[in-house]
Every structure is written in structure tokens, then in C-alpha cells.
């Protein structure tokens, strides 16, 4: 099977976790979009949806889906995004499109957070796929340095503003054996905003290839 079909069958099989009624947390990336797809064929069963990304606002009010602001819903039932990267713990490294931040917000607020991926991403240890972090621009450097001691090699995404006017470093050549106490660590730098690591709030449930896959 293709990438792309392996993402559009994830994106579609997402689609049916959606309960009537209800607002659904919406990632970002390409897999995502065809879940945009998927979600505005039911536009008119949902509430609306709350955005991780100006991209996906995009997306959702082209198909005439409501966008609401996260302080205003409380808690989501339902959260769906993809992933750079899935361990077989469902851990996983985010933030290839650079919208972690909001990602991890939106993950953290919702009850059910269903990763859709194709089977490219699946990884026995994460690393591979470089590591990103969200940084205040004054702090790049410091962050740099941090990383570059804890045996990391850290690539300033030059170029990259994120939806929050922040930079983004890509940490190569970590093999993540503890991704857990790794994501403590880094949170505790100041100046960082947010590690691409979804490891203390994994995803719940995973759909690989438009497959849900078994829990470990
Ligand atoms: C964006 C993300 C995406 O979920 C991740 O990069 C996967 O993207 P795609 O579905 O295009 O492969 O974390 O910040």
C-alpha cells in the first residue's frame, strides 16, 4: 500500500470515533487533512471542531466546518492527529509540521486521543525521525546548548515561525530509550515551549493503514 492510501484510510476509519453531537479536537498534517475530508462529510452531526493549527483552521472553515476556541468548550471527548513517529507503547514524536504546541494542548484536554498513521511510522525506539522542539527565538541557542550536553545534535529550523511565534529546533542522531523521562528533562529548560515528545500523555488508541491497532 502507498503512503497516501495508507494515510487516507487512517484519516477516513478516525471519521467513526466521531459521536453526534459532540467537538472534536483536530490536528495537522498531511493525514489529518484527509480526516478533514472524511469529518466534513458528517459536518452537520458535529458542534464544530477545535483547531491545533492556522493550517487546519483553514481546512476545516473551507469545508464550512465551526472552529472553536478551546477556552470556551472545556474538555474534548475526541482527538485526532497524526504522528512523525509511534513507538509500540503509543508514544510518539510530533511536531514534523511544527504545530506541537497547540497539539499537545488540545491532547492534554481531551479524553481519547486517536493517532492516525501509515505504517512508515511505526518505530520500535523513537529517534529516528528528528526530535522537535519549540523554543522562544532568544532562547535558541540556550536550548542548543542544553540539548547539544545531553548528547543531542540540534538543527535550527531557519526559516520556520510557528503559529506562536516561536522557533523550532530539530534534535538529530537521539535514540530515545526513556522517552518519558527524556520529555521530563527537556521541559525543565527554560525556554522551551514544548518537546515533540508525546510520551507522559501517549496516544490512546492507533490506526495504522486504516487498521486499529492492538494495545500493548
Ligand atoms: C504536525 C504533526 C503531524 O501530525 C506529523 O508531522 C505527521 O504529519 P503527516 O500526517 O503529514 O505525515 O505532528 O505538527
Same mark, same amino acid.
Given at each position: 500500500?502507498?503512503? %497516501?492510501?495508507?494515510?487516507?484510510?487512517?484519516?477516513?476509519? /478516525? #471519521?467513526?470515533?466521531?459521536?453526534?453531537? @459532540?467537538?472534536?479536537?483536530?490536528? @495537522?498534517?498531511?493525514?489529518?487533512?484527509?480526516?478533514?475530508? !472524511?469529518? /466534513?462529510? =458528517?459536518?452537520?452531526?458535529?458542534?464544530?471542531?477545535?483547531?491545533?493549527?492556522?493550517?487546519? @483552521?483553514?481546512? &476545516?472553515?473551507?469545508?464550512?466546518?465551526?472552529? &472553536?476556541?478551546?477556552? !470556551?468548550?472545556?474538555?474534548?471527548?475526541?482527538?485526532?492527529?497524526? #504522528?512523525?513517529?509511534?513507538?509500540?507503547?503509543?508514544?510518539?514524536?510530533?511536531?514534523?509540521?511544527? %504545530?506541537?504546541? =497547540?497539539?499537545?494542548?488540545?491532547?492534554? /484536554?481531551?479524553?481519547?486521543?486517536?493517532?492516525?498513521?501509515? #505504517?512508515?511510522?511505526?518505530?520500535?525506539?523513537?529517534?529516528?525521525?528528528? &526530535?522537535?522542539?519549540?523554543?522562544?527565538?532568544?532562547?535558541?541557542? &540556550?536550548?542548543? =546548548? !542544553?540539548?547539544?550536553?545531553?548528547?543531542?545534535?540540534?538543527?535550527? =529550523?531557519?526559516?520556520?515561525?510557528?503559529?506562536?511565534?516561536?522557533?523550532?529546533?530539530?534534535?538529530?542522531?537521539?535514540?530515545?530509550?526513556?522517552?518519558?523521562?527524556?520529555?521530563?528533562?527537556?521541559?525543565?529548560?527554560?525556554?522551551?515551549?514544548?518537546?515533540?515528545?508525546? /510520551? #507522559?500523555?501517549?496516544?490512546?488508541?492507533?490506526?495504522?493503514?486504516?487498521?486499529?491497532?492492538?494495545?500493548?
Amino acid at each position: 500500500m502507498s503512503q %497516501a492510501d495508507g494515510k487516507r484510510l487512517s484519516g477516513e476509519k /478516525a #471519521a467513526e470515533y466521531v459521536q453526534p453531537g @459532540t467537538i472534536v479536537g483536530v490536528g @495537522t498534517g498531511s493525514t489529518v487533512a484527509f480526516f478533514i475530508d !472524511a469529518l /466534513a462529510r =458528517r459536518k452537520h452531526e458535529i458542534e464544530g471542531a477545535v483547531s491545533s493549527s492556522e493550517q487546519s @483552521t483553514r481546512l &476545516l472553515k473551507q469545508h464550512g466546518i465551526p472552529v &472553536l476556541d478551546l477556552n !470556551a468548550t472545556g474538555p474534548l471527548d475526541l482527538y485526532v492527529d497524526g #504522528a512523525d513517529e509511534c513507538d509500540p507503547h503509543n508514544r510518539l514524536i510530533k511536531g514534523g509540521g511544527g %504545530a506541537l504546541t =497547540r497539539e499537545k494542548v488540545i491532547a492534554e /484536554a481531551s479524553r481519547q486521543f486517536v493517532c492516525i498513521i501509515d #505504517a512508515s511510522k511505526q518505530v520500535d525506539v523513537l529517534g529516528k525521525f528528528p &526530535l522537535p522542539i519549540e523554543v522562544i527565538p532568544m532562547a535558541r541557542s &540556550l536550548v542548543g =546548548r !542544553a540539548i547539544a550536553e545531553r548528547g543531542g545534535q540540534p538543527v535550527w =529550523r531557519e526559516g520556520t515561525v510557528t503559529d506562536n511565534g516561536n522557533w523550532i529546533l530539530d534534535v538529530f542522531n537521539w535514540r530515545i530509550a526513556d522517552p518519558v523521562a527524556l520529555e521530563r528533562d527537556l521541559n525543565q529548560i527554560p525556554g522551551v515551549v514544548t518537546i515533540g515528545l508525546f /510520551a #507522559a500523555r501517549p496516544a490512546d488508541t492507533v490506526i495504522v493503514d486504516g487498521t486499529l491497532r492492538a494495545n500493548r
